[in-house]
């Protein structure tokens, strides 16, 4: 209580040595409310905009969980069959070298290597080599 009253003597007695000082404090806290308050509105301006913008959506998943939906088409364009590949044609698909290829192909049951090439290729389609040379794919 004693510092309480200390500190308003202070205060006092800084308003009669130093009345402009008192008064540019003065402004500036005036200042501070009126920023405050003009950032209030906005506060309050956001918070409105949320709100209706929340409403709109609420609104647009009601409408569209009432069955009002539109049948869609749906359009699947037909797969295009994939060609036989020469060696150096599938080393390039499966991102490796044709001495990979090869290398696979020969070192590898025809299941293990169709399995390899099915983890290499974009399609994750598997390949086999045929007596002709060319490689085909395997469904």
Known sequence: MFLESLQQL???LT???NPQDARIESGVEENSKQRLSLLEQKTEAIIQRLAKIEGAISLLNQRSSTGSRRQSFNYHPP???LQAYTGENLAKRLGV????????QTNQTPK???????SR???SIGWRRSDNGLYHPIK
């Open 10 to 12: 202070e205060a006092q």
């Open 15 to 17: 308003q009669i040595v």
């Open 79 to 81: 797969q295009q069959q």
């Open 97 to 104: 070298d044709l001495a990979t290829l090869e290398r696979e």
């Open 112 to 118: 293990d290597f169709e399995r390899w090439c099915r």
């Open 121 to 123: 290729d974009p399609g």
